[in-house]
């Protein structure tokens, strides 16, 4: 079914089509080198891939080998793009340089770290660790966060997705906690700035 819409995606639409998927359903349906040269064959102009089941627990890490199998597969031409703990700019090579994918998908280590970009790029680059952002910097980019919301959603939408990333921006510092709760509490993005404020 799944190379069967691929497919069908591929021949409506004058775009590259591009497939980002798992490495199987459960640990008896890992069939992601199979699935693979299929979706190649169907037509697709990348391929990434997350190194985790459907089944997968949260919190268990990903399984890199069917990725490096899929990258090393002769018939595979496409860019393969892995998918899963890449967290910083020492992972980032590891996965680079272990598996040889043409590319990485950064997920939830984004989560309130738009940094992580500049740390793995200078990292690749020369092996360069910057500094991670300061307590300030954390909530001055948090604001910026809010501002560019503000310029495309309304404001009920802007409070109530905000307050996610708020805590991501904030995990780890002091009375993050109470901030996040005051947020929770606020309704307009003026009082979610005023609370940030203070907190800084």
């Known amino acids: 079914?799944?190379?069967?819409?691929?497919?069908?995606?591929?021949?409506?639409?004058?775009?590259?089509?591009?497939?980002?998927?798992?490495?199987?359903?459960?640990?008896?349906?890992?069939?992601?080198?199979?699935?693979?040269e299929r979706l190649q064959d169907v037509g697709i102009q990348a391929l990434t891939i997350h190194g985790r089941l459907r089944t997968t627990k949260w919190g268990e890490p990903a399984d890199w080998t069917l990725i490096g199998e899929v990258k090393n597969n002769p018939r595979m031409t496409i860019p393969i793009i892995g998918n899963g703990d890449v967290v910083d700019g020492p992972s980032a090579k590891y996965f680079l340089d272990?598996?040889?994918?043409?590319?990485?998908?950064?997920?939830?280590?984004?989560?309130?770290?738009?940094?992580?970009?500049?740390?793995?790029?200078?990292?690749?680059?020369?092996?360069?660790?910057?500094?991670?952002?300061?307590?300030i910097d954390r909530i001055d980019m948090c604001l910026k966060h809010i501002e560019y919301l503000s310029e495309i959603k309304i404001e009920k939408l802007v409070c109530l997705e905000i307050r996610n990333h708020i805590e991501w921006y904030l995990k780890g510092l002091k009375n993050s906690n109470e901030i996040k709760n005051k947020v929770y509490l606020t309704s307009s993005i003026n009082d979610i700035i005023l609370v940030l404020e203070e907190y800084k």
């Open 1 to 36: 079914k799944m190379v069967a819409i691929t497919e069908a995606v591929v021949k409506a639409v004058k775009k590259p089509v591009t497939v980002k998927t798992r490495l199987g359903y459960d640990s008896d349906h890992k069939e992601i080198v199979d699935i693979s």
């Open 98 to 135: 272990n598996y040889g994918v043409d590319g990485l998908m950064i997920g939830r280590a984004t989560y309130g770290n738009p940094w992580i970009f500049k740390e793995i790029s200078e990292y690749l680059r020369d092996g360069t660790i910057v500094d991670k952002p300061s307590p």
